[in-house]
Structure formats: C-alpha cells, structure tokens
C-alpha cells in the first residue's frame, strides 16, 4: 500500500478528493474544527442514535450531501495516541476495505496527530489488509485499497507526519516478511529456503548475506547446532546477514533468531495435537530477517549483523538421543536430556560466534519455551537480561512500538536447575521455571556479551480460527535499532566536540555499562 500525507485546500475536508474519507473522532463531541457537511451528517446520526463518542462505534455513510468523497466512515477514539490510532483504523479499514474504494483519505478531528500515531496508522492499515496466498490460491482477492493518505491540519504538521509514516513503511515491509515466512508451512520454508530468502533480500536491499554450510559449521566447532540437525533431511544452513550503515570500525548491534522451520521434539517427541504450529518455530529468524529488512528500509545510520541457526528438529536413526553429550561451540559440553529443548541448544553456538562480531550489544529472539507462554500468555514477550540499561531501552521500544514485552528475573538461583554429572551443563532443568532456566542457560554462552534474550512463544504467532504470523516483534527491534542509531549519531556529535550536553548525558551511560560487566565477571 501507498502512504502519503495530504494538506485539504480551501474547501475543507469536505472538499477532499478521495474514494473514502476516514474521519477518526476523539473526544465527547462533534469537533468544533469538522466541517459543514460533516459536522452535521455526524451530529444527525448521534441524534438517531447511530452514533455516540464511546468505544466500538462505527459509522459508514454513503454520498453524504455536500462532501466530495463518496464514502465517509466515522470512529471514535479516545485519544489520538498510537494505540487508539491502531484500533481506530483497524476497525476504519474494516469498512471499507471490502468496497470499491482503492483511495482512503484519513483525518482525526479532536486531537492532533503525532507521528507516532501515523506510523501505528500504517501498520493498522497493512495489518488490517494482509492476506496469505503463497500456498492458498483460493484465497480472496487483494483488497483494492491501495493508497493511504493521512490528512494533516496544516502544512508545519506535514513534515513529522510523513516521517512518521515513512518509519512505519519501514517497519511494516519488515512485519510483512516475517509474517510470510513465517507462515509458509515447513514442506516449503526449509532452513534453504530462509537462506534463499535472506540471499534476496541482501540483493534487494543492499544487505551483505553469507551462508555457513554444515562443514562451515563442522570446522568452527558448532557441535551444538549440529546436533539438533543432525537427525533431519535437510541441510542446515548458518545464515550471516551484515548492514552497514555506519563506520567499519563502528561496533555492530547483532540480532540472532532462532530458526528451527519445524520442531518435532525430535527423539523426545512432541503430541500430535497442535504439532503443526511447530512451523512457527522460525518466528525468532523471520523477526531477524524483517528487522533486517526495515533497518535496511529506513536507511539507518548504524551498523547491525543478524545471525540465523537454522535447522530441522527431527527423530530418526541419526538424531540426537537423550543423555548425548556434545560439545558447543564455546568449548563448554551439555548433556542433552531432553531433545525437545533444541532451542536453546542452536542459539547457543550463534551467541557464542556473535563474540567474533565484538558487538555492542547482542539480542536473541526466539520461540523459545512453553512456560513463556503460561507465564505471559500472548500479549507480552518475555525479556530477559542481566543489563538493567539494555533492558530498559528494549522495555522502551516495545511500548512505543505497541509490541510490548516484560521483564524476567535471572538470579543466579536459577542455574542451579542446569548441573550434570556428565557434562558442563544439562540443556533442561524441572518443569517449574522452564522460560528462566532457559534464559539460564544462554546465559552460561553470554559472559563477554551485553546480552538480552527475546523469548516470542506467546506472541510470534496466533491459534485458532485466525491462526497466523504476527511478524512479531519486529517493530520492538526495528524501534530499538533506530533509537540507538539517533543515539550514535548524537556520539559522533560528541566526539567531535559538538555539545558538552551530549558529553554529560553519556559519561554516566558509559559508567553503568563498565559496571554491569563486572558484575557479570
Ligand atoms: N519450540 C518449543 C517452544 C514452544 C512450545 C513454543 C509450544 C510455543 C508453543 C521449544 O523448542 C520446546 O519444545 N520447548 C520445550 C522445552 C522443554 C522440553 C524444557 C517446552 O517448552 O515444552
Ligand atoms: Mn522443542
Ligand atoms: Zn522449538
């Protein structure tokens, strides 16, 4: 879809040329500065008892006297903040989006717009439009909406709100992706598959992509990672995906996402009900490859590597067998009791070769454990890290993403659950506290790093009748790359002496960092 920002001429609103005018009403009356025809075609359905200023209320209109736009649809808000902004449109688009209408002008009386609520606007719109057809082709015809424009109050409002909608393009070709990927069932989307499609998007974006193969992995010592593949058909692929846009010298924010393109439990195997969302367990390496995407979308001034494991997990006659014991990549060895618990174990080797990047800061993504789901269920994901200051930015970026997630503890309490008779470390503890004890065990691969961990089982996907890729949490990620990419570009401000503001703001950054990193050691 096509977005762009439109200041209405003299005539108003009314005068408006566009198939279908949105008109977002926050507030508990008709906005004084609606026009004319508007004011009253909404005052006399509020009289009729067609519409009131309170939450779910619709209204659509067709050839409303006096207004050029054929369609009009109302909507109430509560304010014009970004998650009211979504909802709004959201239900908005609903209407409209069945009909003959390929032009909808979008304008909000009551309130001004912010360009946080104009980028939400773009991802409600896209969100509310998708359709998967990669393996469907009796699925609907594409909506015939195809452009979008947001109408500003005057013309000082255009620039932020076109940058605004200019970021939630980014973020919404990236949430597009993954949501593709993700949702392609495993007989398509192979661990070569991610590869082709990380390859594609290097060429189309202007990403550098390389490809570690099996015997890559065999020579840096991935024993780990291999494991898990071990037992499948298919190759597994090692995918290294680098923006570049900043400095070479410029330490790189890393993201690894977890790629398993189906997850059977392997010899510890899963039930049969619901095994089929197992599919989704590359929700973590669409997130890498969507944020890739965006990241690369927005042009953005840094520089960020993302890692991919990807792989199968299967039984056969050459899996993996509990009570295994293999030797990762950072030298340590683990018992593998549980085969089911292979997550972890292929993400460990990632976050071990992520070292060689000397990033600035690393973040797994992952589908990680069941228990996520029990203690969060689908709204928020879980974060874990032992960095209070990384935790907050990612904390930060996910509210104003409206793709939030919650911190969780990693005391070292917790580690206990992880000790083996027969090697370094065991990859699964008891059942209770199964998403820490996880995180606990990454954590044991993470000691040179400034860490966080990502886990999206609740929240990379949806079950039942809508079942389906959310593509999250690529707007948390993408919202974090860019808040940091500002920061650096406020550093460089600073190393050349720029504002001793900035100097201050930073030192005490800095000292915190140092800080956490002796406590880790
Ligand atoms: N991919 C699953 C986690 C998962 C399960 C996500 C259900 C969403 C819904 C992961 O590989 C897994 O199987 N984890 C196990 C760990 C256990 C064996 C310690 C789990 O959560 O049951
Ligand atoms: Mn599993
Ligand atoms: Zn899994």
Not at 116 to 134: K, N
Not at 301 to 327: F, Q, T, W
Not at 335 to 362: F, K, M, Q, W
Not at 418 to 433: E, H, Y
Request: hydrophobic share 45%.
């Amino acid at each position: 879809m096509d977005f762009n920002t439109l200041v209405p001429g003299r005539a108003g609103l009314a005068g408006i040329d566009a198939d279908a005018l949105l008109v977002i009403v926050v507030g508990t009356k008709t906005p004084a500065e609606l026009d004319g025809p508007l004011a009253a075609a909404l005052g006399e359905a509020v009289k009729g008892g067609d519409f009131a200023f309170k939450a779910a209320q619709v209204l659509y209109a067709h050839r409303v006297s006096g207004v050029k736009a054929p369609r009009v649809a109302f909507v109430w808000a509560a304010d014009a903040g970004a998650k009211a902004m979504r909802r709004a449109v959201t239900a908005g688009v609903a209407l409209v989006k069945s009909g003959g209408a390929a032009h909808l002008a979008v304008t909000v009386a009551g309130a001004p717009l912010t360009d946080a609520a104009a980028e939400a606007l773009v991802l409600a719109a896209h969100d509310a439009t998708y359709v998967y057809r990669a393996t469907k082709p009796s699925a609907p015809a594409a909506a015939k909406l195809a452009r979008l424009s947001l109408v500003a109050a005057h013309a000082a409002e255009e620039k932020p709100l076109a940058a605004g909608l200019a970021r939630g393009r980014a973020v919404a070709a990236g949430v597009a992706l993954a949501r593709e990927c993700a949702n392609r069932p495993a007989n398509h989307c192979t661990p070569s598959y991610l590869a082709e499609q990380a390859v594609k998007l290097g060429k189309s974006r202007g990403l550098k992509v390389e490809v570690l193969e099996r015997r890559d992995c065999e020579r840096l010592g991935m024993g780990s990672f291999l494991a898990v593949a071990q037992g499948s058909e298919q190759p597994p692929k090692f995918i290294v995906m680098r923006w570049q846009g900043a400095g070479k010298g410029a330490a790189p924010l890393v993201l690894v996402g977890k790629g398993i393109t189906f997850d059977t439990g392997g010899i510890s195997i899963k039930p049969a009900a619901e095994m089929d969302e197992m599919k989704f367990d590359m929700g973590g390496a669409a997130s890498v490859l969507g944020t890739m995407c965006a990241v690369a979308e927005a042009k953005a001034h840094i520089n960020v590597v993302g890692l991919i494991p990807a792989c199968e997990n299967m039984p056969s006659g050459r899996a993996v067998k509990p009570g295994d014991v293999v030797k990762s990549l950072s030298g340590q060895t683990i018992e593998i009791l549980n085969t089911d618990a292979e997550g972890r174990l292929i993400l460990c080797d990632a976050l071990t070769y992520a070292e060689r990047l000397e990033p600035a800061a690393v973040v797994d993504i992952a589908t990680l454990t069941g228990a996520c789901v029990i203690a969060l269920g689908h709204h928020r994901s879980g974060l874990f890290s032992p960095d209070d200051e990384l935790a907050g930015e990612l904390l930060a970026a996910g509210d104003a993403a409206l793709d939030p997630a919650w911190r969780m503890p990693l005391d070292e309490e917790y580690d206990e659950a992880l000790k083996s008779n027969f090697a370094d470390m065991a990859n699964v503890g008891p059942r209770a506290g199964g998403a820490i004890t996880a995180a606990m065990f990454l954590r044991r691969f993470t000691a040179k790093l400034r860490w966080a961990h990502l886990d999206i089982a609740g929240t990379a996907w949806r079950s039942g009748t809508n079942k389906g890729s959310t593509g999250r949490p690529v707007p948390l990620l993408t919202r974090w790359v860019l808040a940091r990419a500002g920061a650096e570009g406020k550093a460089e401000g600073k190393a050349e002496g720029k504002t001793a503001k900035a100097v201050k703001a930073t030192k005490p950054a800095k000292a915190a960092r140092r800080a956490t990193r002796a406590n880790k050691g």
